[in-house]
């Protein structure tokens, strides 16, 4: 038997949770209970707006993991990231008539993304959930994702994805959802609504 064997943890990883100001560290095992356990959190000073450089969340972040986390035991180990819908921006886009290329596509929603919230397309890193019909994006600060992406390198954590809390749960629910139904999620002062039609996600609001 290979040294190191007994340190492959099946089933196991972590969770960080990130909203405005607050971040938890959870630790999730399929197969033994519980499912969920909280190891730890912390405040931060959140920055005055989303364009900020967000180096007060990485300071907390490194340490909240270096107090969590003993040296080299969590190294290898997959983290997934969680962000309050607060960090991101979510919006729908119709197709240009005639659009044949996904750059189309990506124009119009740089373009339907600055209006709706005024901020450079350039200082956020957008990603969608294609569908032709009704293309759906989200956006998140480069900024928040470089400090998330350095505090996981640091401690050899393999991040497997970011995504916004609505994101993650529609995916999660929306085939259980009837036709005409709306989809809601409230975290803290902050509702957003998606609405259901043809089985498809048709509008985004927050």
């Known amino acids: 038997m290979r040294r190191g064997f007994a340190k492959l ?14 971040a938890s560290l959870w630790r999730s095992s399929r197969w033994r209970a519980p499912a969920w356990t909280l190891l730890g959190e912390a405040e931060y000073a ?10 007060a969340l990485g300071q907390a972040l490194a340490q909240l993991l270096d107090r969590l986390l003993p040296a080299g035991k969590y190294a ?6 969680v962000l309050d819908d607060g960090l991101a921006r979510l919006w729908q886009v119709d197709a240009p008539q005639g659009a044949a290329r996904l750059a189309d596509i990506e124009a119009a ?3 339907r993304f600055q209006s709706l ?13 294609w ?16 400090q998330l ?10 991040l ?11 995916n999660r629910w929306h085939g259980a959802l009837k036709p005409g139904a709306w989809f809601g999620q409230l975290q803290e002062n902050a509702l957003t609504l998606g609405v259901l039609h043809d089985g498809r996600l048709r509008a985004v609001r927050a």
């Open 9 to 22: 943890n099946l089933g196991q990883g972590l969770r960080l949770g990130v909203a405005a100001g607050h």
């Open 76 to 81: 290898g180990w997959p983290l997934s990231v």
């Open 149 to 158: 992406t350095r505090v996981a390198a640091a401690r050899k954590l393999a």
């Open 46 to 55: 959140p920055d005055d707006s989303l364009n900020g450089d967000f180096s």
């Open 117 to 129: 919230y005024g901020d450079a397309p350039g200082l956020w890193h957008s990603s969608s959930a």
């Open 160 to 170: 497997i994805f970011i995504t916004p809390q609505f994101a993650r749960h529609w």
């Open 109 to 111: 929603a740089a373009l």
């Open 131 to 146: 569908d032709a019909r009704a293309p759906f994006f989200c956006a998140v600060p480069r900024a928040l994702l470089a």
